[in-house]
């Protein structure tokens, strides 16, 4: 059973800094792409960040030069290191996998950019 854990949420003003990590377990971390998506009061979830297996990555125009995913294969953890935060970026911040057979999704955690 693929589990994935997010943690690193908070309130943080704007300008300010956040790591989100994904703990993943029930699955061969090293071999699929991870990603994180956010999803905003009122909005549809929306793709932030995208790493694959080799450590290629993209993002999503509005977070580009201020987010960056990595991954850590032998802790099976991915990250979203978040700098100059902006109140646009409050949202609730999920974790993905799509392992062939299924998606999966973690429970998110939650990010508030406000002074």
């Known amino acids: 059973q693929v589990q994935l854990e997010e943690s690193g949420g908070g309130l943080v003003q704007p300008g300010g800094s956040l790591r989100l990590s994904c703990a993943a377990s029930?699955?061969?971390?090293?071999?699929?792409?991870m990603a994180w998506y956010r999803q905003a009061p009122g909005k549809q979830r929306e793709l932030v960040a995208r790493?694959?297996?080799?450590?290629?990555?993209n993002y999503a125009d509005s977070v580009k030069g201020r987010f960056t995913i990595s991954r850590d294969n032998a802790k099976n953890t991915v990250y979203l290191q978040m700098n100059s935060l902006k109140p646009e970026d409050t949202a609730v911040y999920h974790c993905?996998?799509?392992?062939?057979?299924?998606?999966?999704w973690g429970q998110g955690t939650q990010v508030t950019v406000s002074s």
């Open positions: 993905h996998v799509d392992v062939g057979k299924g998606a999966y």
């Open positions: 790493i694959t297996s080799g450590g290629s990555t």
């Open positions: 029930g699955m061969i971390f090293e071999i699929y792409a």
